[in-house]
C-alpha cells in the first residue's frame, strides 16, 4: 500500500511538471535579475538604447513545432557579455524586477553586426530585454514582446529594386501590417553588412538617409555600391515592441543605370 501511495504521488507531480511552461528557466541563471545586473553599474553608465527584437518566422533554421523563437540584437565591435532576460508578467513589463536571465547561447552572424540566440518550447506570450557590456556602460533594450503564443512571422517576396527617375538605386517594398519601421541590412558577397538602419518607411534610396531614424553606421559618409558585384537587402519588419512581423531578402547584382 505504501508503494502505491509512492507512486500515485510520483504521477501527480509529473502530470503537474508537464503542464508546466518550459520556457523559463528555473535553475541556475534564473535566480539573476535585470534588477541585479543594473545595481552593479553606476546610474550614468546605464543606457537604455540597445537595439533588438524577436521573431519565429518558418523559414529559420531548425524549425520544431511552434517554430522556436530567435532573439537578434545589435552589439557593436568591442562589446561583450552579451545576456538575455525574459518575464511572463505581462502587466509588470517595465520592471526590471520582474526579468529572469534565462541560458541561451548567442551566436554572433557572419555579417558582422547581429548576435542571435534561439529559445524553443515557448508557448506563452512573454518579454524579453538583452543587454551587452560596452566599456564601462550596460546597454539594455527596451521591453520586446515576445508574441509566441499568438502571432507567427511571415514572409516578404515582394522587394524590388532599380534606378529611379531622381538618379538613385532605390529598394521598395509592401507595407507589413502592424509594423511600425523596418530595419534593413545590406550585405555583400562575402556576408559583411555595409548599412544597417531604420526606417518608418516602405523604400529606402542608396545612400540617402533622409527618412532614417536608427543608422548603425554612422561613421559612413558615402558609400559605393560596385558595378556588377552581388548584394543582399534583408528586410525586417518589426512593431513597435520588438516583435518581428515580417522579414524577406533580396538579391541583386548591381546594373549600370
Given at each position: 500500500m505504501r508503494k502505491l501511495r509512492y507512486l500515485f504521488c510520483f504521477l501527480m507531480i509529473t502530470m503537474v511538471a508537464c503542464q508546466k511552461d518550459a520556457a523559463i528557466d528555473e535553475g541556475g541563471l534564473a535566480a539573476e535579475t535585470l534588477i541585479n545586473q543594473v545595481a552593479d553599474h553606476q546610474a550614468e553608465r546605464i543606457q537604455y538604447t540597445?537595439?533588438?527584437?524577436?521573431?519565429?518566422?518558418?523559414?529559420?533554421?531548425?524549425?520544431?513545432?511552434?517554430?522556436?523563437?530567435?532573439?537578434?540584437?545589435?552589439?557593436?565591435?568591442?562589446?561583450?557579455?552579451?545576456r538575455y532576460f525574459e518575464t511572463d508578467s505581462l502587466q509588470f513589463r517595465d520592471s526590471l524586477r520582474a526579468y529572469r536571465r534565462q541560458h541561451v547561447r548567442f551566436e554572433r552572424l557572419g555579417d558582422g553586426l547581429l548576435v542571435r540566440a534561439l529559445r524553443e518550447n515557448i508557448r506563452r506570450d512573454r518579454f524579453v530585454r538583452m543587454?551587452?557590456?560596452?566599456?564601462?556602460?550596460?546597454?539594455?533594450?527596451?521591453?520586446?514582446?515576445?508574441?509566441?503564443?499568438?502571432?507567427?512571422?511571415?514572409?516578404?517576396?515582394?522587394?524590388?529594386?532599380?534606378?529611379?527617375?531622381?538618379?538613385?538605386y532605390a529598394f521598395n517594398w509592401r507595407s507589413v501590417p502592424g509594423?511600425?519601421?523596418?530595419?534593413?541590412?545590406?550585405?555583400?558577397?562575402?556576408?559583411?553588412?555595409?548599412?544597417?538602419?531604420?526606417?518608418?518607411?516602405?523604400?529606402?534610396?542608396?545612400?540617402?538617409?533622409?527618412?532614417?531614424?536608427?543608422?548603425?553606421?554612422?561613421?559612413?559618409?558615402?558609400?559605393?555600391?560596385?558595378?556588377g558585384n552581388p548584394y543582399t537587402m534583408s528586410i525586417y519588419a518589426i512593431t513597435q515592441r520588438g516583435w518581428l512581423t515580417a522579414t524577406g531578402d533580396h538579391a541583386f547584382t548591381l546594373q549600370s543605370e
Open positions: 540597445a537595439f533588438g527584437f524577436v521573431g519565429n518566422h518558418p523559414s529559420f533554421e531548425r524549425v520544431t513545432d511552434g517554430f522556436p523563437i530567435h532573439a537578434y540584437a545589435v552589439i557593436p565591435e568591442g562589446a561583450s557579455e552579451v543587454t551587452y557590456r560596452l566599456d564601462d556602460s550596460l546597454f539594455i533594450t527596451p521591453a520586446i514582446t515576445l508574441r509566441a503564443a499568438s502571432l507567427n512571422s511571415a514572409k516578404m517576396d515582394d522587394i524590388e529594386s532599380g534606378w529611379n527617375s531622381e538618379g538613385y509594423s511600425d519601421r523596418y530595419f534593413i541590412v545590406l550585405r555583400d558577397r562575402s556576408g559583411d553588412a555595409l548599412i544597417a538602419l531604420t526606417t518608418e518607411r516602405t523604400s529606402f534610396q542608396w545612400y540617402d538617409l533622409r527618412s532614417v531614424a536608427l543608422n548603425f553606421f554612422p561613421a559612413l559618409r558615402d558609400p559605393q555600391l560596385v558595378e
